[in-house]
Each structure stands twice: as C-alpha cells, then as structure tokens.
C-alpha cells in the first residue's frame, strides 16, 4: 500500500473513530488481559527511527514493561497525557517502565515543533509512513497499549482522561509487579 493512500486510511479511521469517542464517552482503561490471554504487540522486530535517527524496535525493550502511545501533533488529548507520561516515567521508570511514544505525522518538523512546546521525558519514535497503527488496531488518538516483559500487550485504552490515570497507574504497578 502506497504511504499516500495508508495515511488517508489512518486520517478517516481516526477520524471516524475521534467522532465515535466524542458521541459515546468511552476512552477507559480496560483491565489486563491475562498473560494466557494476551497476544504479540506486532512489529515486535521493526524499528522506528528515535528524534536523532537511532533506529528501535520492541525487541530492543524486552524485559521491561512498555507504555506505547500513539500520538500526533494535531491530537489535543495528546497534550493532556504527555505530562503525566513523563511523571509516569520518572516514577517507575526504575522499576523497569519504559514510555515510547510514536508520534504519526508524516512530516517529522511537526513533531518536533509540538515537543518543543509540549516536552517528553521518554522516548519517542517516528512512524512518518504509518507502519504501525493498522497492525494495532489503532481506533483514536491517543491510544496507549501496554506491554508485558515478555512482549504481550496486556492492556488497551483510546484517548486520555485525567479521571482515569489511577487506573492506569493500577495497570502499570501490577505488570511491574509480575
């Protein structure tokens, strides 16, 4: 598929779905699925580039507990959650947290533009050719899913909410714990 066409994909599929987050007022944190229950997060071996063009993949962060969190310049919950991420990840990050976010602007500059007014104290990649979303089942932005040490998402939610970073934080504290 043309990077073209899969970004008009990726804009009407989180178009559609930002619609359906806003009219239905779901963006929960779901509970872990059970390790037995808990599939692969693909593209595991793929590597993104970092901001200075260091390739890295999933594979490279097994062992820890990875948040991913996709995000895009132009997504206003993606404001709101990146401060939390970075006191998230200073918090647990001894613990063996990892925060990545993957940023899906095709142009890198608007990226960078955003994170210079909104800093992350984690790692981010860039998907500029949209590899990624379709194979998660991207549905809104943000959407984090949170991996086990053994590389398994055992978590999922769509968009960000203050009110719920307890939950997130319960889901986090028990895959650290395990």
Known sequence: MTTFIRSIRLHLLLGISL???????????????????????????????DLDGQPVSLNDLRGQVVLLDFWASWCGPCRESFPWM????QRFGDQ??????????????????????????FTILLDTQAQWPEAYGLFGMPSSYLID????????????HGNKVADYEASIEQLLAE
């Open 96 to 121: 063996g947290l990892v925060i990545v976010g993957v940023n899906l602007d095709q142009d890198p500059a608007a990226a960078r533009d955003f994170l210079t007014k909104v800093p992350a104290d």
């Open 149 to 160: 040490r053994q590389g398994r998402i055992r978590a999922s939610h769509i968009g960000f």
């Open 19 to 49: 619609v359906l987050v806003a009219l239905t007022g779901s963006a929960q944190a779901d509970e872990l699925f059970s390790a037995a229950d808990a599939k692969a997060a693909p593209h595991a071996d793929q590597a993104l580039l």
């Open 86 to 89: 970075n006191t998230v990840q």
